[in-house]
């Protein structure tokens, strides 16, 4: 399996969310911060490419749309209101989904995962079976900083859309990595996040081994 292009979207929150409409190609209506960020990341980690149609997309979030989330319960349990259709509709993890597919038209399959290793193993499927992957780990803060930290005990807040474009190989076309020993193993002592791979892509260094709680592999730069 090899990277052929990647996106490292990393934005500390100071004050407030920033507006994510900003970072778009191409602005989409409804949408909101979660849907923003992660289209975002995906047009900077696609550019110009023409993906294949039945590209998977995976997107991984281990909080999800928390923003969205918050209104819809604000609406439905204190005003004792319906939510705005929306509003609903942008709770709903698939709607991520279909905003990349219609984006980049494609027609392959789309899952939303809790975290980046549950996402990995299953791409790494596809690509074995002659598919291309984008694969995408995504993290809103809550706009409410003072509740972000009440929830989360964080000190410094930060939003991310990191991605992946992974394939088997392209002929006439140079990769930026290889995934190599790939194995799946259960450990208590992980030594890695997957922000560090992206850091890595970014870095002069050839070579990574990424230790997680339930994979391993190396990542080899060409």
Same mark, same amino acid.
């Given at each position: ?32 911060? %979660? ?6 990341? @995906? ?42 259709? %929306?509003? %609903? ?50 993290? =809103? @803060?809550?706009? *409410? ?26 002929? *006439?076309?140079?990769?930026? @990595?290889?995934? =190599? =020993? ?7 002592? @992980? ?15 050839? =070579?990574? *081994? ?13």
């Amino acid at each position: 399996m090899y990277i052929y292009s990647f996106s490292n979207i990393t934005q500390i929150v100071k004050d407030k969310l920033s507006d994510k409409k900003i970072l778009l190609n191409k602005k989409i209506n409804r949408s909101d911060n %979660f849907i923003n960020l992660t289209l975002a990341g @995906a047009e900077q980690c696609v550019k110009e490419q023409k993906l294949p149609k039945d590209t998977s997309i995976y997107i991984a979030s281990h909080n999800g749309n928390l923003n969205t989330t918050l209104k819809v319960l604000d609406t439905i349990f204190i005003q004792k209101k319906l939510p705005m259709p %929306f509003n %609903f509709l942008n709770t709903v993890n698939s709607i991520k989904l279909f905003y990349i597919a219609k984006r980049f038209e494609l027609e392959g399959k789309g899952i939303f995962v809790d975290s980046f290793e549950s996402a990995f193993p299953q791409a790494l499927v596809d690509v074995r079976q002659g598919k291309s992957v984008l694969l995408g780990v995504v993290t =809103e @803060a809550i706009s *409410d900083l003072n509740l972000h930290r009440e929830k989360f005990g964080a000190g410094e807040i930060v939003e991310s859309s990191r991605w992946l474009l992974l394939s088997p190989k392209i002929i *006439d076309r140079k990769e930026i @990595a290889k995934v =190599e =020993e790939f194995n799946l193993q259960r450990s208590t002592t @992980a030594k890695n996040l997957e922000e560090e791979i992206f850091l890595f892509l970014e870095s002069d260094k050839k =070579e990574f *081994d990424f230790q997680g709680k339930s994979l391993s592999f190396q990542l080899q730069k060409s």
